[in-house]
């Protein structure tokens, strides 16, 4: 048998590998017919988590689709994400920037508290409001985690309060095992490096 009906062998065969996987394949995907407004959670350490988030809220906007964004921590610089929506996409997407930096920066727990319920009460009238059909909670997991927003209380408005067709994403590290078991989608971004070790500082168009 010559090389080239060798390759044409593996061609064919190959061919009807693939057909048999995609049968299997879209045997599957008929049985998927339901749709529901997901509960979505990006934790871990590694980065990505915001970023991963603003990539569905573009996705949202691209589709002419009301969304919106409430920022819990990241107050105290400007964002590439946050100046493109509001200079060009406020109509689709209504930005809140509720926090005022890092808890070692502010070095105010009150304040802190007193913004992140804010944040918090922000968030719940976007969420109720039925004409968005995506939330995004930036680094609420952060709030969480310090006790300055009770996770019972999310946990049970996502529950029983959110409306049926609305997406909700929740970002930030460690995210409570109340709100990972209550949601339909949760993404843990795992550090396998990172240029901060090596001394590189954020950069513009990479981390902001």
């Not at 090389?3 to 049968?23: C, T, Y």
């Not at 105290?76 to 209504?94: K, N, P, S, V």
């Not at 300055?148 to 946990?155: C, I, W």
Request: glycine share 8%; with cysteine; proline share 2%.
């Amino acid at each position: 048998m010559t090389n080239g009906q060798d390759k044409e062998n593996d061609l064919d065969r190959h061919a009807e590998k693939m057909a048999k996987k995609k049968a299997a394949r879209d045997k599957i995907m008929a049985t998927k017919t339901d749709e529901k407004g997901l509960i979505i959670v990006h934790t871990g350490k590694g980065k990505g988590k915001s970023t991963a988030a603003f990539g569905m809220i573009f996705r949202h906007i691209a589709h002419g689709r009301k969304c919106a964004v409430v920022q819990f921590i990241k107050g105290g610089m400007q964002t590439g994400e946050r100046d493109l929506i509001e200079r060009h996409f406020a109509d689709l997407c209504e930005f809140h920037t509720m926090g005022e930096g890092f808890t070692w920066e502010t070095q105010d727990k009150r304040r802190d508290m007193e913004m992140a319920q804010a944040a918090w009460a922000k968030a719940k009238e976007l969420i109720a409001d039925p004409s968005n059909t995506m939330v995004l909670l930036d680094e609420i997991n952060i709030a969480l985690r310090y006790d300055y927003v009770d996770v019972g209380e999310v946990v049970a408005f996502l529950r029983d309060e959110k409306p049926p067709m609305t997406h909700v994403v929740l970002t930030g590290r460690n995210a409570k095992e109340e709100l990972v078991d209550l949601a339909d989608l949760v993404t843990e971004m795992e550090l396998v490096k990172h240029p901060f070790r090596a001394g590189i500082k954020a950069q513009i168009g990479v981390e902001w």
